[in-house]
Protein backbone atom coordinates (compact mmCIF):
# COMPACT_ATOMS: atom_id res chain seq x y z
CA UNK A 1 0.00 0.00 0.00
CA UNK A 2 1.11 3.35 -1.17
CA UNK A 3 0.92 6.86 0.87
CA UNK A 4 2.64 9.63 1.41
CA UNK A 5 3.15 10.10 5.53
CA UNK A 6 3.14 13.92 5.25
CA UNK A 7 -0.23 13.30 3.40
CA UNK A 8 -1.46 11.05 6.15
CA UNK A 9 -0.42 13.61 8.83
CA UNK A 10 -2.19 16.26 6.62
CA UNK A 11 -5.37 14.33 7.01
CA UNK A 12 -4.90 13.28 10.52
CA UNK A 13 -4.49 17.01 11.23
CA UNK A 14 -7.06 18.53 8.91
CA UNK A 15 -9.61 15.29 10.50
CA UNK A 16 -8.91 16.60 14.39
CA UNK A 17 -9.64 20.11 13.54
CA UNK A 18 -13.09 18.63 12.08
CA UNK A 19 -13.60 16.58 15.23
CA UNK A 20 -12.56 19.25 17.42
CA UNK A 21 -14.92 21.82 16.43
CA UNK A 22 -17.90 19.17 16.27
CA UNK A 23 -17.42 18.18 19.68
CA UNK A 24 -15.65 20.54 21.87
CA UNK A 25 -17.02 23.88 22.12
CA UNK A 26 -13.98 26.03 21.46
CA UNK A 27 -13.85 26.49 17.43
CA UNK A 28 -10.84 24.70 16.22
CA UNK A 29 -9.83 27.15 13.63
CA UNK A 30 -9.06 29.22 16.84
CA UNK A 31 -6.23 26.92 17.75
CA UNK A 32 -4.60 27.38 14.69
CA UNK A 33 -4.64 31.10 16.21
CA UNK A 34 -2.95 30.00 19.10
CA UNK A 35 -0.14 27.57 17.64
CA UNK A 36 1.04 30.20 15.56
CA UNK A 37 1.12 32.79 19.05
CA UNK A 38 2.67 29.58 20.61
CA UNK A 39 5.22 29.03 17.71
CA UNK A 40 5.99 32.54 18.07
CA UNK A 41 7.08 32.52 21.56
CA UNK A 42 9.25 29.05 21.13
CA UNK A 43 11.59 31.26 18.73
CA UNK A 44 13.10 32.69 21.86
CA UNK A 45 14.75 29.40 22.66
CA UNK A 46 15.70 29.10 18.68
CA UNK A 47 19.39 28.10 17.94
CA UNK A 48 19.75 26.13 21.65
CA UNK A 49 23.17 24.34 22.20
CA UNK A 50 22.63 20.50 22.18
CA UNK A 51 24.11 18.68 24.54
CA UNK A 52 26.50 15.99 24.33
CA UNK A 53 23.71 13.07 25.05
CA UNK A 54 21.71 14.73 22.37
CA UNK A 55 25.15 15.03 19.74
CA UNK A 56 25.25 11.13 19.83
CA UNK A 57 21.77 10.61 19.34
CA UNK A 58 21.60 12.89 16.19
CA UNK A 59 24.75 10.67 14.78
CA UNK A 60 22.91 8.09 15.23
CA UNK A 61 19.85 9.14 13.40
CA UNK A 62 22.81 9.94 10.40
CA UNK A 63 23.32 6.23 9.78
CA UNK A 64 19.65 5.59 8.68
CA UNK A 65 19.40 9.54 7.31
CA UNK A 66 22.77 10.47 5.73
CA UNK A 67 21.39 13.24 4.11
CA UNK A 68 20.48 15.12 7.49
CA UNK A 69 24.10 15.53 8.80
CA UNK A 70 24.97 18.29 6.12
CA UNK A 71 21.86 20.32 6.46
CA UNK A 72 21.34 22.98 8.40
CA UNK A 73 19.57 23.28 11.51
CA UNK A 74 17.33 25.24 13.67
CA UNK A 75 17.17 23.71 17.45
CA UNK A 76 14.43 24.51 20.06
CA UNK A 77 14.42 24.00 23.48
CA UNK A 78 11.07 23.56 25.01
CA UNK A 79 10.10 22.92 28.57
CA UNK A 80 7.01 20.96 30.35
CA UNK A 81 7.09 17.32 31.80
CA UNK A 82 10.69 16.81 30.38
CA UNK A 83 13.24 18.88 28.85
CA UNK A 84 12.70 17.85 24.94
CA UNK A 85 14.83 19.66 21.95
CA UNK A 86 13.36 19.98 18.51
CA UNK A 87 15.60 20.05 15.90
CA UNK A 88 14.60 21.39 12.47
CA UNK A 89 17.19 20.37 9.10
CA UNK A 90 16.46 22.66 6.60
CA UNK A 91 17.26 22.61 3.26
CA UNK A 92 16.33 25.24 0.17
CA UNK A 93 15.34 27.46 3.11
CA UNK A 94 12.62 25.04 3.82
CA UNK A 95 11.97 22.46 7.04
CA UNK A 96 13.19 19.27 5.27
CA UNK A 97 12.77 17.24 8.81
CA UNK A 98 12.22 17.35 12.42
CA UNK A 99 13.67 15.68 14.97
CA UNK A 100 12.97 15.81 18.89
CA UNK A 101 15.28 14.42 21.57
CA UNK A 102 15.11 14.14 25.20
CA UNK A 103 17.51 16.22 26.77
CA UNK A 104 18.20 14.27 29.50
CA UNK A 105 18.59 10.83 28.38
CA UNK A 106 19.26 11.51 24.49
CA UNK A 107 16.16 9.17 23.34
CA UNK A 108 14.48 9.72 19.66
CA UNK A 109 11.16 11.13 20.65
CA UNK A 110 10.18 11.70 16.84
CA UNK A 111 11.65 11.84 13.58
CA UNK A 112 9.62 12.50 10.55
CA UNK A 113 10.36 13.87 7.08
CA UNK A 114 8.57 16.79 5.49
CA UNK A 115 8.22 14.99 2.38
CA UNK A 116 4.82 14.16 -0.29
CA UNK A 117 6.77 11.32 -2.24
CA UNK A 118 4.69 8.03 -1.75
CA UNK A 119 6.20 5.46 0.11
CA UNK A 120 5.18 2.17 -0.05
CA UNK A 121 4.80 0.02 3.69
CA UNK A 122 7.33 -2.39 4.33
CA UNK A 123 5.92 -6.09 5.26
CA UNK A 124 5.28 -6.97 8.86
CA UNK A 125 8.54 -9.15 9.00
CA UNK A 126 10.56 -6.31 7.52
CA UNK A 127 9.11 -3.57 9.48
CA UNK A 128 9.51 -5.70 12.70
CA UNK A 129 13.12 -6.54 11.41
CA UNK A 130 14.21 -3.05 10.83
CA UNK A 131 11.80 -1.11 13.72
CA UNK A 132 13.93 -3.52 16.16
CA UNK A 133 17.67 -2.78 14.98
CA UNK A 134 16.64 1.39 14.68
CA UNK A 135 15.83 0.68 18.35
CA UNK A 136 18.90 -1.54 19.41
CA UNK A 137 20.93 1.09 18.12
CA UNK A 138 19.37 4.50 20.10
CA UNK A 139 18.53 1.75 22.97
CA UNK A 140 21.27 -0.42 23.53
CA UNK A 141 20.16 -4.08 25.51
CA UNK A 142 17.39 -1.84 26.49
CA UNK A 143 15.70 -3.35 23.24
CA UNK A 144 15.40 -6.63 24.46
CA UNK A 145 12.06 -5.18 27.00
CA UNK A 146 10.40 -4.13 24.24
CA UNK A 147 7.56 -6.14 22.02
CA UNK A 148 6.62 -6.15 18.51
CA UNK A 149 2.72 -5.53 18.26
CA UNK A 150 -0.35 -3.87 16.44
CA UNK A 151 0.40 -0.82 14.06
CA UNK A 152 4.63 -1.23 14.24
CA UNK A 153 4.60 -0.50 17.77
CA UNK A 154 6.90 -1.61 19.78
CA UNK A 155 6.10 -1.69 23.70
CA UNK A 156 7.96 -2.06 26.62
CA UNK A 157 7.43 -5.18 28.69
CA UNK A 158 8.18 -5.69 32.61
CA UNK A 159 7.69 -8.32 34.39
CA UNK A 160 5.37 -9.80 31.60
CA UNK A 161 3.03 -6.63 31.45
CA UNK A 162 2.83 -3.69 29.09
CA UNK A 163 4.00 -0.56 30.23
CA UNK A 164 1.39 1.75 29.24
CA UNK A 165 2.63 4.78 27.18
CA UNK A 166 6.38 3.76 26.76
CA UNK A 167 5.93 2.79 23.29
CA UNK A 168 7.51 3.54 19.74
CA UNK A 169 5.67 3.62 16.31
CA UNK A 170 7.98 3.09 13.77
CA UNK A 171 7.19 2.96 10.27
CA UNK A 172 8.94 1.40 7.46
CA UNK A 173 8.97 1.73 3.78
CA UNK A 174 8.96 -1.41 1.40
CA UNK A 175 13.11 -0.35 0.85
CA UNK A 176 13.70 -1.20 4.21
CA UNK A 177 14.24 2.54 5.25
CA UNK A 178 12.84 4.18 8.33
CA UNK A 179 10.44 6.66 7.27
CA UNK A 180 8.53 8.15 10.47
CA UNK A 181 9.42 7.84 14.62
CA UNK A 182 6.84 8.28 17.20
CA UNK A 183 7.69 7.89 20.86
CA UNK A 184 4.63 7.76 22.90
CA UNK A 185 4.91 10.00 26.86
CA UNK A 186 6.31 7.74 28.74
CA UNK A 187 8.73 6.69 26.34
CA UNK A 188 12.56 7.14 26.15
CA UNK A 189 13.25 7.52 30.20
CA UNK A 190 15.51 5.77 32.28
CA UNK A 191 14.03 3.22 34.08
CA UNK A 192 14.55 0.50 37.53
CA UNK A 193 12.94 -2.48 36.97
CA UNK A 194 13.27 -2.75 40.67
CA UNK A 195 10.65 0.26 41.24
CA UNK A 196 8.33 -2.32 39.32
CA UNK A 197 5.70 -3.56 41.90
CA UNK A 198 5.25 -7.40 41.42
CA UNK A 199 1.99 -8.40 39.73
CA UNK A 200 1.72 -10.71 42.93
CA UNK A 201 0.99 -8.42 44.40
CA UNK A 202 -2.01 -7.18 43.17
CA UNK A 203 -5.73 -8.16 44.24
CA UNK A 204 -7.61 -10.75 43.15
CA UNK A 205 -10.22 -10.74 40.12
CA UNK A 206 -12.74 -10.90 42.69
CA UNK A 207 -11.86 -7.81 44.43
CA UNK A 208 -10.86 -5.83 41.24
CA UNK A 209 -14.46 -6.55 39.69
CA UNK A 210 -16.08 -4.94 43.12
CA UNK A 211 -13.73 -2.16 43.37
CA UNK A 212 -14.52 -1.52 39.29
CA UNK A 213 -18.30 -1.73 40.22
CA UNK A 214 -17.87 1.53 42.33
CA UNK A 215 -16.98 3.27 39.24
CA UNK A 216 -19.87 2.27 37.63
CA UNK A 217 -22.15 5.43 37.67
CA UNK A 218 -25.55 6.40 36.33
CA UNK A 219 -26.35 9.14 33.45
CA UNK A 220 -28.83 10.28 31.25
CA UNK A 221 -28.27 10.43 27.63
CA UNK A 222 -29.89 11.71 24.13
CA UNK A 223 -29.90 14.12 22.10
CA UNK A 224 -34.05 14.55 21.88
CA UNK A 225 -36.46 15.28 24.83
CA UNK A 226 -36.92 11.37 25.42
CA UNK A 227 -33.49 10.55 27.80
CA UNK A 228 -32.58 7.00 28.67
CA UNK A 229 -30.74 5.60 32.00
CA UNK A 230 -27.43 4.12 31.07
CA UNK A 231 -24.24 3.11 33.51
CA UNK A 232 -20.61 4.28 32.25
CA UNK A 233 -17.32 4.09 33.94
CA UNK A 234 -16.68 7.35 35.49
CA UNK A 235 -13.22 7.06 35.91
CA UNK A 236 -9.94 7.61 33.98
CA UNK A 237 -10.03 3.88 33.04
CA UNK A 238 -6.85 2.87 35.30
CA UNK A 239 -7.30 2.05 39.06
CA UNK A 240 -4.26 0.75 41.70
CA UNK A 241 -4.21 -2.99 41.72
CA UNK A 242 -3.57 -2.75 44.98
CA UNK A 243 -6.16 -0.36 46.80
CA UNK A 244 -8.85 0.15 44.26
CA UNK A 245 -7.75 3.96 44.37
CA UNK A 246 -8.23 5.66 40.62
CA UNK A 247 -4.86 6.89 39.21
CA UNK A 248 -4.59 9.32 37.04
CA UNK A 249 -2.92 7.98 33.46
CA UNK A 250 -3.28 10.77 31.52
CA UNK A 251 -6.93 10.06 30.21
CA UNK A 252 -9.41 12.56 29.49
CA UNK A 253 -12.40 12.48 31.92
CA UNK A 254 -13.00 10.87 35.13
CA UNK A 255 -16.41 11.03 38.37
CA UNK A 256 -18.45 13.90 38.55
CA UNK A 257 -19.18 16.21 41.49
CA UNK A 258 -22.27 17.50 42.77
CA UNK A 259 -21.99 21.27 43.32
CA UNK A 260 -25.18 22.66 45.45
CA UNK A 261 -26.14 26.16 42.90
CA UNK A 262 -28.60 29.11 43.37
CA UNK A 263 -30.28 29.85 40.08
CA UNK A 264 -31.03 33.17 38.84
CA UNK A 265 -32.80 32.62 35.65
CA UNK A 266 -31.52 35.36 33.97
CA UNK A 267 -31.20 35.61 30.45
CA UNK A 268 -28.85 38.12 28.52
CA UNK A 269 -30.03 39.01 24.81
CA UNK A 270 -28.09 40.82 21.83
CA UNK A 271 -30.37 41.54 18.89
CA UNK A 272 -27.74 42.99 16.52
CA UNK A 273 -23.94 43.55 16.24
CA UNK A 274 -24.16 46.90 16.99
CA UNK A 275 -25.57 46.83 20.21
CA UNK A 276 -23.01 43.91 21.49
CA UNK A 277 -20.18 45.85 22.59
CA UNK A 278 -22.19 47.74 25.11
CA UNK A 279 -24.20 44.51 26.37
CA UNK A 280 -21.21 43.18 26.66
CA UNK A 281 -19.63 45.57 29.00
CA UNK A 282 -22.86 46.13 31.12
CA UNK A 283 -23.52 42.65 31.80
CA UNK A 284 -19.81 41.06 32.27
CA UNK A 285 -17.59 44.23 32.41
CA UNK A 286 -15.99 42.83 28.62
CA UNK A 287 -14.41 46.17 27.58
CA UNK A 288 -13.96 46.41 24.16
CA UNK A 289 -13.30 49.85 23.56
CA UNK A 290 -15.76 50.70 20.64
CA UNK A 291 -14.65 47.28 18.23
CA UNK A 292 -16.69 46.48 15.90
CA UNK A 293 -18.63 42.99 15.16
CA UNK A 294 -19.12 40.97 11.76
CA UNK A 295 -20.36 37.95 11.03
CA UNK A 296 -17.13 35.04 12.58
CA UNK A 297 -15.64 32.93 9.83
CA UNK A 298 -17.08 29.94 11.48
CA UNK A 299 -18.83 27.41 9.23
CA UNK A 300 -22.14 27.08 9.45
CA UNK A 301 -22.27 23.06 9.59
CA UNK A 302 -19.48 23.72 12.93
CA UNK A 303 -22.39 26.28 14.56
CA UNK A 304 -25.87 24.91 16.50
CA UNK A 305 -29.18 25.22 15.04
CA UNK A 306 -29.93 28.68 14.81
CA UNK A 307 -26.61 30.00 16.13
CA UNK A 308 -25.06 33.31 15.27
CA UNK A 309 -21.44 33.75 15.93
CA UNK A 310 -19.30 37.26 15.61
CA UNK A 311 -15.82 38.26 16.05
CA UNK A 312 -14.51 41.36 16.44
CA UNK A 313 -12.59 42.95 13.59
CA UNK A 314 -9.07 42.07 14.90
CA UNK A 315 -10.61 38.83 16.63
CA UNK A 316 -9.87 40.01 19.28
CA UNK A 317 -13.37 38.73 20.84
CA UNK A 318 -16.17 36.34 19.75
CA UNK A 319 -19.69 35.54 20.84
CA UNK A 320 -22.55 34.09 19.77
CA UNK A 321 -26.65 33.39 20.12
CA UNK A 322 -29.33 31.43 19.62
CA UNK A 323 -32.67 32.91 19.00
CA UNK A 324 -30.89 36.44 20.02
CA UNK A 325 -29.79 34.99 23.54
CA UNK A 326 -25.78 34.87 23.99
CA UNK A 327 -25.06 31.26 24.59
CA UNK A 328 -20.72 31.78 24.21
CA UNK A 329 -18.05 34.02 24.37
CA UNK A 330 -14.29 33.43 24.09
CA UNK A 331 -11.73 36.06 24.88
CA UNK A 332 -9.08 34.61 22.20
CA UNK A 333 -6.79 37.94 22.77
CA UNK A 334 -7.19 37.68 26.59
CA UNK A 335 -6.54 33.54 26.51
CA UNK A 336 -3.57 34.12 24.42
CA UNK A 337 -2.11 36.55 26.83
CA UNK A 338 -2.83 34.96 30.09
CA UNK A 339 0.22 34.29 32.09
CA UNK A 340 1.45 30.89 32.48
CA UNK A 341 2.52 29.60 35.78
CA UNK A 342 -0.55 31.28 37.53
CA UNK A 343 -1.06 30.34 41.26
CA UNK A 344 -5.04 30.24 41.36
CA UNK A 345 -5.93 26.92 42.52
CA UNK A 346 -8.36 24.54 40.62
CA UNK A 347 -10.91 24.99 43.56
CA UNK A 348 -10.36 28.84 43.51
CA UNK A 349 -11.01 28.85 39.95
CA UNK A 350 -14.03 26.41 40.09
CA UNK A 351 -15.85 28.84 42.52
CA UNK A 352 -15.13 31.59 40.32
CA UNK A 353 -16.98 29.67 37.45
CA UNK A 354 -19.73 28.50 39.78
CA UNK A 355 -20.38 32.42 40.59
CA UNK A 356 -19.99 33.61 37.46
CA UNK A 357 -22.92 30.79 35.89
CA UNK A 358 -25.34 30.99 38.77
CA UNK A 359 -27.18 33.89 37.52
CA UNK A 360 -27.76 32.66 34.12
CA UNK A 361 -28.95 28.97 35.52
CA UNK A 362 -32.59 27.86 34.53
CA UNK A 363 -34.42 28.59 37.97
CA UNK A 364 -35.24 24.82 37.94
CA UNK A 365 -31.56 24.03 38.24
CA UNK A 366 -30.08 23.51 42.00
CA UNK A 367 -27.63 21.25 40.94
CA UNK A 368 -24.30 21.15 38.25
CA UNK A 369 -22.48 18.05 38.02
CA UNK A 370 -19.35 18.93 37.76
CA UNK A 371 -16.62 16.39 35.94
CA UNK A 372 -13.74 16.28 38.12
CA UNK A 373 -11.29 15.76 35.19
CA UNK A 374 -12.29 16.54 31.63
CA UNK A 375 -9.37 19.47 30.52
CA UNK A 376 -7.40 18.55 27.63
CA UNK A 377 -4.26 17.17 28.39
CA UNK A 378 -1.33 19.57 27.10
CA UNK A 379 2.32 20.34 27.19
CA UNK A 380 3.31 22.95 28.36
CA UNK A 381 -0.19 22.99 30.85
CA UNK A 382 -1.80 25.95 29.40
CA UNK A 383 -2.68 28.95 31.47
CA UNK A 384 -6.16 28.70 32.47
CA UNK A 385 -8.43 25.96 34.32
CA UNK A 386 -11.42 24.48 32.18
CA UNK A 387 -14.82 23.06 34.18
CA UNK A 388 -17.57 21.39 32.31
CA UNK A 389 -20.48 21.27 34.48
CA UNK A 390 -23.72 19.40 33.33
CA UNK A 391 -27.17 20.26 34.79
CA UNK A 392 -28.19 17.22 37.30
CA UNK A 393 -31.92 15.65 37.66
CA UNK A 394 -32.40 13.83 40.73
CA UNK A 395 -28.79 13.46 41.39
CA UNK A 396 -27.57 12.25 37.88
CA UNK A 397 -25.56 14.24 35.69
CA UNK A 398 -27.48 15.13 32.11
CA UNK A 399 -25.36 14.26 29.52
CA UNK A 400 -26.57 16.95 27.09
CA UNK A 401 -26.62 19.76 29.24
CA UNK A 402 -23.67 21.10 29.46
CA UNK A 403 -21.88 24.52 30.71
CA UNK A 404 -18.45 24.71 30.10
CA UNK A 405 -16.01 27.79 31.22
CA UNK A 406 -12.89 28.57 31.26
CA UNK A 407 -10.73 30.58 34.01
CA UNK A 408 -7.18 32.16 34.07
CA UNK A 409 -4.77 30.80 36.27
CA UNK A 410 -3.46 33.67 36.69
CA UNK A 411 -5.86 36.55 36.34
CA UNK A 412 -8.73 34.70 37.62
CA UNK A 413 -10.80 35.66 34.39
CA UNK A 414 -13.56 34.16 32.31
CA UNK A 415 -11.70 33.39 29.65
CA UNK A 416 -14.76 31.20 27.81
CA UNK A 417 -17.94 30.76 28.48
CA UNK A 418 -20.52 28.24 26.46
CA UNK A 419 -24.07 26.76 27.16
CA UNK A 420 -23.79 23.99 25.09
CA UNK A 421 -27.71 23.25 24.86
CA UNK A 422 -31.20 24.75 24.09
CA UNK A 423 -33.96 24.95 26.83
CA UNK A 424 -36.57 22.24 26.30
CA UNK A 425 -38.61 19.85 28.34
CA UNK A 426 -36.98 16.75 28.75
CA UNK A 427 -38.45 13.52 29.47
CA UNK A 428 -36.75 10.69 32.11
CA UNK A 429 -37.45 7.39 32.48
CA UNK A 430 -38.23 6.46 36.03
CA UNK A 431 -34.80 5.01 37.88
CA UNK A 432 -36.01 2.86 40.63
CA UNK A 433 -36.62 0.26 37.87
CA UNK A 434 -33.02 0.49 36.92
CA UNK A 435 -30.38 -2.60 37.48
CA UNK A 436 -27.76 -2.01 40.52
CA UNK A 437 -24.20 -0.79 39.45
CA UNK A 438 -23.16 -4.06 40.72
CA UNK A 439 -24.77 -5.88 38.02
CA UNK A 440 -24.31 -3.13 35.21
CA UNK A 441 -20.39 -3.36 35.82
CA UNK A 442 -20.80 -7.42 35.76
CA UNK A 443 -22.25 -7.03 31.98
CA UNK A 444 -19.96 -4.48 31.45
CA UNK A 445 -16.64 -6.63 31.88
CA UNK A 446 -18.29 -9.80 29.95
CA UNK A 447 -17.22 -7.62 27.11
CA UNK A 448 -14.24 -5.17 28.13
CA UNK A 449 -12.41 -7.03 30.93
CA UNK A 450 -9.36 -5.66 33.16
CA UNK A 451 -6.13 -6.14 32.19
CA UNK A 452 -3.25 -5.98 34.72
CA UNK A 453 -0.37 -3.54 33.37
CA UNK A 454 1.84 -0.65 34.76
CA UNK A 455 1.73 2.67 34.33
CA UNK A 456 3.27 6.09 34.77
CA UNK A 457 0.41 8.54 37.10
CA UNK A 458 0.40 12.17 35.95
CA UNK A 459 0.92 14.56 38.82
CA UNK A 460 0.69 18.57 38.72
CA UNK A 461 0.15 18.03 34.54
CA UNK A 462 3.86 15.71 34.76
CA UNK A 463 4.26 12.33 34.19
CA UNK A 464 5.49 10.73 37.48
CA UNK A 465 9.06 8.76 37.85
CA UNK A 466 7.15 6.13 39.63
CA UNK A 467 5.01 2.98 38.04
CA UNK A 468 2.12 1.91 39.47
CA UNK A 469 0.83 -2.01 38.48
CA UNK A 470 -2.76 -1.03 37.32
CA UNK A 471 -6.37 -2.90 36.58
CA UNK A 472 -7.31 -0.58 33.17
CA UNK A 473 -10.27 -0.81 31.08
CA UNK A 474 -9.03 -1.20 27.40
CA UNK A 475 -12.61 0.58 26.48
CA UNK A 476 -14.47 2.79 28.69
CA UNK A 477 -16.68 4.54 26.37
CA UNK A 478 -19.30 1.92 26.40
CA UNK A 479 -22.35 1.88 28.11
CA UNK A 480 -24.46 -0.29 30.08
CA UNK A 481 -28.59 0.55 30.07
CA UNK A 482 -29.68 0.93 33.33
CA UNK A 483 -32.82 -1.51 32.65
CA UNK A 484 -31.85 -3.98 30.28
CA UNK A 485 -28.10 -4.83 30.80
CA UNK A 486 -27.29 -4.61 27.26
CA UNK A 487 -24.43 -2.87 26.26
CA UNK A 488 -23.89 -0.28 23.94
CA UNK A 489 -20.94 2.01 22.06
Do not use: C
Amino acid sequence: MKHSYKILYANKAIAGLVMAALLAPIPAWHGATASAKESTATKANENAQVNQVSKQTMEKVYRYWPELGSMGTKVFLGGGSRPIYTIRFMKDGLVYADLKIDAETGAVLQLEKRSDTPEADASEAVAREKGEAFLRDMLGDEVSQYRFGNNSSFVRYVNDLPVAGDSYLIQVSDKGQIVQVEAKDAAGRKIDPGAFPKPTEAMDREQAESAFASYMKPLYVGRNQQQELVYRPAFSGSFDARTGKEVDDGSLGSGYTPVQVKAGGKRVTIKTPQEAAQVLEKEWGIKLNGATFEPSDMPKEMLAKNEKEYQTTDDSFRFSTINDQVVHFYLTKASLEEPPNGKISREEALSKAIQFLEPYLDPNVTELQVRDREETKSNPPRPYWEFSMYVSHEGIPVKSQRYMVRVGKSTGAILYFRKDFQDQKLTFPNGKQAISAKAAAEAYLKENPLELEYVYPVENDKISSTPVLVYRLQNRYASVDAFTGKISR
